[in-house]
């Protein structure tokens, strides 16, 4: 497997932070936080990010959709002690953004995680709308 971009893995490129608290039932056998709860943490950050991003709009606005996602695991990370999730956005796109999402465990990077997020209305892709996509670009990484 191939190594990350060591540039995604400084905090500092991440406009948007955020602390989760670990649980006692995230953990394996192995006493780590598991693959599968890490996935919901990820998911909990991105979905964090986009309420504070104004991506979130109400009935009948365009909605963020995740269509991909894909964690990198690069560190054992472990209960009590909670994660940090620095967010930011790597791509706009027509219809699309993609997220990227670092967690950190004291001040080791654990996981990588990259989304590509659709905007859609009525269930359906379409385009960025102009307000959505002035406010995204504003949570660009550094």
């Known amino acids: 497997m191939a190594k990350p971009d060591p540039a995604l893995l400084d905090p500092a490129r991440y406009p948007f932070q955020l602390d989760i608290p670990t649980r006692f039932g995230d953990l394996d056998m192995n006493q780590h936080i598991n693959n599968a709860a890490m996935a919901g943490l990820f998911e909990d950050a991105r979905v964090r990010f986009l309420y504070r991003t104004g991506a979130m ?3 009948g606005a365009v909605q963020p959709m995740a ?18 999730f620095h967010v930011g956005v790597a791509h706009i796109g ?6 990227v999402h670092l967690a950190t465990q004291g001040d080791t990077p654990v996981a990588l995680a ?3 997020v659709v905007a859609t209305q009525d269930g359906r892709p ?5 307000d959505v996509e002035a406010v995204t670009r504003q949570w660009m990484l550094r």
């Open 57 to 59: 709009g109400g009935p």
């Open 67 to 84: 269509v991909s996602f894909a964690i990198e695991y690069l560190q054992q990370a472990y209960y009590p002690a909670p994660l940090t």
């Open 94 to 99: 027509r219809t699309s953004h993609t997220i």
């Open 114 to 116: 990259h989304s590509v």
């Open 126 to 130: 379409c385009p960025l709308p102009a």
